[in-house]
């Protein structure tokens, strides 16, 4: 009885296999459901607001680096690069990190670059500028090509800006307490790159 028991039990089987492979299977009909779309872009709207919030936190943790190592002057954050480049060298290293050549835009921030740089370099350096008129002699403009809103040439005793087309960019002088001069794009000189803050 139990050889027969299984035998019909494996018959059984057999025929409920065959069935299923001859039937077609259903084909699901998908309906579109107007509450389903819209939950889904709400997901992805959330999903690409989360993506640009931690980008920014990473620029933000990238900042406090900065900041950490260099020093924060209203609302920007500075780090010095003592190795000596000439200007275009020191100028891309700044934006290959993120940042511009520093470009002090006030009496007050020229001031405290000043102080940083005498500290962190020393007290007869200079740095590189954000500043030049390599486009149009005398017109002295910031990497982003607008005009120079604030300026502090050293007026005193050389009269800056007076290095004509051969001096084409600008110097913050630790000798002459932070004034201005126009150098030789060529000549190496350490730099300050500034970062905004987000």
């Keep these: 009885m139990d050889l027969r028991g299984a035998r019909l039990l494996l018959c059984l089987l057999f025929l409920v296999h065959s069935s299923i492979q001859q039937t077609p299977p259903k084909k699901k009909t998908v309906k579109k459901d107007p509450g389903s779309t819209a939950a889904i872009e709400e997901l992805q709207k959330q999903i690409d607001d989360i993506v640009q919030e931690l980008t920014l936190l990473k620029e933000q943790q990238a900042l406090q680096t900065v900041c950490l190592k260099g020093t924060k002057i209203h609302g920007k954050c500075f780090l010095v690069d003592k190795v000596k480049k000439r200007y275009h060298a020191a100028s891309d290293d700044c934006i290959a990190k993120g940042g511009t050549l520093s470009t002090p835009l006030s009496t007050d921030e020229n001031e405290q670059l000043y102080d940083y740089v ?81």
């Design 118 to 198: 005498r500290k962190s370099i020393g007290p007869n350096e200079q740095v590189w500028l954000g500043i030049n008129d390599m486009t149009t002699e005398g017109n002295w403009i910031d990497q982003t090509g607008s005009t120079l809103r604030y300026k502090n040439w050293e007026s005193g005793v050389t009269r800056q800006p007076d290095g004509g087309r051969s001096e084409n960019c600008a110097v913050l002088s630790g000798a002459a307490k932070g004034k201005w001069f126009d150098e030789n794009c060529r000549g190496e000189k350490a730099s300050v790159c500034e970062f905004n803050i987000v």
